[in-house]
């Protein structure tokens, strides 16, 4: 091999096929996490931290819909 060719070789050489490698430019943007929570009386809508406050919406009987 050149040196040429030496310095183009993939990061993805030698990794298991299927192998997901993010090829994309890195975004460094805040993450946030909104939730729409409604049933026929009430609407909520708010943002929340982290997943951990998710949780209560899981046994609620109203529709919770959940962006990130």
Do not use: C
């Not at 409604?38 to 951990?52: F, K, R």
Request: no cysteine; charged share 15%; glycine share 4%.
């Amino acid at each position: 091999m050149t040196p040429e060719s030496l310095r183009f070789v993939s990061k993805k050489s030698g990794l298991t096929p299927g192998t997901l490698v993010h090829v994309g430019a890195v975004h460094k943007h805040p993450h946030s996490i909104k939730v729409i929570n409604y049933n026929q009386h009430t609407l909520e809508n708010h943002t929340v931290d982290s997943i951990a406050e998710l949780l209560p919406y899981k046994i609620t009987n109203s529709v919770t819909w959940v962006m990130v």
